[in-house]
């Protein structure tokens, strides 16, 4: 009987805590509105009647959770709708002509706005604006019921408990920044209702019927922007859809309002910086009751669901390579456990950008085997340090992925991603301090460490940046293309002087002739691929949902007897399939430009052969030819000036400049096992980190 008493003592004791703590929250929230208290127990008072405790569970749970959450000022927005009305216009106008080019006239009009009204300031200059002090009743009430009808459609399709509807349904947020403004009725009675299936199918069928609503086969389908308008901020949903374009971020933006509309637990999760890659990437995932989730590509791919396994740090995948990733987060609407930005000792600019906030939470766990890593820092810390950041190489910085608290001049981070090389630093007044030498975190959840300059070697590197895997499928393709000339336009009688026999080199490959005699035509013709036509899915143009063969330039060269070999130009020939704006693509001197085909000679296809070239107006006789493949431009090229680079206890040391005389460098007295970077002084932007391992460069 005792011990019964002390259980339910316990129990009581407990529950009171809790209780207690969460009255807190709100208490401590509420004091936090200031004026627009009395807008928020509007709220409360609101679901006061027993019918509706649980949706005053879900008002206290936005209120307690609200601080932190924010809108930016929308008011000079006005200034730059305008660009979104014109994008559209382009994309119609493009539509009726396919050959028209709106990119050059959609940039410089968006470069233009940006100038006239300070972007910087109109936008992010501004004060932000709390929802805290912000959000009115009426609002928040109306969003509760319609959160709650859209519950009840979720749970006919899946088991949705009510703690993961509060945290991935009910939020009138679901990322910072964006206006407080009524989104769920732009999806309410739609066509969406048609998507709905059978409980007995699977989540994965379930999500691709909604998302087939609103994907790149229907005019609304929200499209990637590209490299246009890529820096515009979406404060509304409306200016999103009338440019229906947008980043990653903004998709999954998109897709988590969509899914949260018809019921559906969906999430943004997001890797800030890859470990083996530039920048970083967000998708979604479908949140499940287990604790588990589903992740996919927030763009519509033929391969949405693969990403879950792709990015367990093990995988190799065939077409997009190998992903690394250090650390992957998830956007929180409920506050997080503070670390930095919660500790009352700390300077805001001792804190990155990115870790600014309590709205995120750690979700690596869930994608990949984690390790935890410990470092001794002896006793070079700098006054008033109390936190140890962990990095990644991205763009020519080390970008800070972790925190870890320093006790005892030690730290330790928790759950690293493995199979990458990592870096630690103090960050002090937005600056980041190196705390030691690089290490690797072996896939076996071992630390190997890097930066030993004992020894030294000669190495030889061909590139400044890892090979893209879809560039090497793309040079794949072009085996089986042939390299014709002939006296006739229709190529009726021609001679085949190439043909493409292996995969071709990610720059230009020169091919010396031994014709006798002169021709007028040169053109190059694609392969047919090895599908059925009816094999093939198609896409929105129906046009072939599979890679087709791209092609960066072509030159021609003549053998004359004053000036020896030159350059010979002509009139731009083109094959059905291509239009003179792809083709002229592969005759600008740009190898970074390159044609598109929409055929491609598939086989079986009803089209004829698809070819591109030149009349030079009069025979000439070729003396090489050379053709390049699309390319990143990363590859050591021949005139281009460049410095190698090594890690060298706190930054990086020169071992020297080489002006290159072919597609590869030399250099010697390189330290071993050392963290090397090499820079184009010329030109390109794109550079990693590599070690040389038995001959050959090894990027991380």
């Known amino acids: 009987m005792i011990l019964k008493k002390k259980f339910w003592l316990a129990c009581f004791s407990l529950l009171f805590v809790c209780c207690n703590q969460k009255a807190k929250k709100i208490e401590e929230a509420l004091k936090l509105a200031g004026n627009n208290r009395t807008e928020l127990e509007k709220v409360i008072n609101h679901y006061q009647l027993p019918k509706d405790s649980l949706k005053l569970k879900a008002a206290y749970f936005l209120i307690e959770n609200m601080p932190g959450h924010y809108s930016l000022d929308t008011t000079s927005l006005h200034y730059y709708r ?62 509760i019921e319609y959160a709650f009808s859209a519950w009840r459609k979720g749970q006919k399709m899946m088991d949705i408990n009510f703690e993961t509807f509060c945290e991935y349904i009910l939020p009138y947020r679901k990322k910072d920044g964006i206006s407080i403004e009524n989104w769920l009725p732009y999806f309410k009675n739609d066509s969406i209702k048609r998507s709905y299936v059978l409980p007995s199918q699977t989540v994965e069928n379930m999500v691709d019927s909604i998302m087939y609503q609103y994907n790149e086969f229907k005019s609304r389908g929200i499209k990637h922007t590209g490299t246009i308008l890529s820096d515009f901020q979406y404060l509304k949903l409306g200016d999103l859809l009338v ?135 002896g006793k070079s810390i700098p006054e008033n340090t109390f936190y140890l950041w962990i990095c990644v190489f991205n763009n020519g910085q080390w970008c800070p992925v972790q925190w870890a608290e320093i006790q005892k001049n030690k730290a330790i981070f928790r759950g690293m991603g493995r199979d990458i090389v990592y870096m630690t630093g103090f960050y002090k007044n937005g600056e980041l301090l190196s705390a030691n030498n690089p290490f690797l975190l072996n896939p076996d959840g071992t630390v190997q460490p890097l930066g030993n300059t004992n020894k030294r070697e000669t190495i030889q590197i061909t590139r400044k940046f890892p090979p893209n895997p879809q560039h090497i499928a793309f040079s794949k ?136 070239g030149l009349d030079f107006k009069s025979p000439k006789t070729i003396d090489s030819i050379g053709f390049c493949p699309q390319n990143d431009g990363n590859n050591v090229l021949p005139e281009l000036t460049y410095e190698l680079y090594y890690w060298k206890t706190n930054g990086w040391s020169s071992l020297g400049k080489q002006k290159a005389k072919t597609y590869s460098l030399t250099f010697h007295n390189v330290p071993k096992n050392a963290i090397l970077l090499l820079h184009c002084i010329d030109e390109g932007k794109e550079e990693r980190i590599f070690t040389y391992e038995k001959g050959k460069q090894v990027w991380w």
């Not at 006239?116 to 932000?128: L, M, R, S």
């Not at 409920?334 to 700390?346: I, K, T, V, Y």
């Not at 091919?511 to 090895?530: E, G, N, Q, V």
């Not at 000036?563 to 399939?577: H, T």
């Open 477 to 612: 393709a072009l085996i089986g293309s042939e390299i014709q000339v002939a006296n006739n336009k229709d190529f009726i009688k021609h001679k085949t002087i190439y043909k493409v026999s292996e995969v071709a080199k990610a720059y230009m490959n020169v091919i010396f002739t031994s014709l006798k005699h002169k021709y007028r035509y040169i053109r190059f013709l694609f392969p047919k691929a090895d599908l059925n036509i009816e094999e093939i899915p198609k896409e929105e143009d129906g046009f072939p949902a599979i890679e087709p063969r791209r092609l960066a330039e072509i030159v021609c060269f003549e053998k004359t007897k004053k000036e020896g070999s030159i350059l010979v130009q002509g009139k731009v020939l083109f094959s059905k399939g291509l239009d003179i704006v792809e083709a002229n693509k592969c005759f600008d001197q740009n190898t970074l430009t390159y044609a598109l085909p929409k055929f491609a000679s598939y086989k079986n296809s009803d089209q004829s052969d698809c070819w591109l």
């Open 82 to 143: 305008p660009i979104l009305h014109s994008y559209d216009s382009l994309i119609q106008c493009q539509k009726r002509d396919p050959s028209f080019q709106y990119n050059e006239i959609m940039q410089n009009k968006w470069n233009e706005l940006k100038k006239i009204h300070d972007f910087g300031q109109t936008i992010y200059g501004k004060p932000i604006l709390p929802d805290i002090t912000n959000i009115k009743a009426d609002y928040l009430i109306n969003h």
């Open 243 to 377: 440019s229906k374009r947008g980043t990653c971020e903004t998709r999954c933006w998109f897709n988590t309002l969509l899914l949260s509309s018809v019921g559906i637990p969906s999430s943004i999760d997001y890797v800030p910086v890859w470990g083996n890659a530039s920048n970083g990437h967000s998708w979604n995932s479908i949140i499940l009751n287990n604790n588990k989730s589903l992740a996919f590509e927030s763009f519509w791919d033929r391969d949405r669901w693969k990403y879950k396994r792709i990015y367990n740090n093990v995988s190799i995948d065939k077409l997009w390579g190998a992903f690394r990733l250090p650390k992957v987060f998830r956007y929180s609407y409920a506050s997080q456990p503070a670390g930095p930005f919660g500790d009352e000792r700390m300077n805001i600019e001792d804190i990155p950008t990115f870790f600014r906030t309590n709205k995120q939470k750690d979700v690596s766990s869930s994608y990949f085997v984690t390790t935890d890593i410990e470092v001794s820092l």
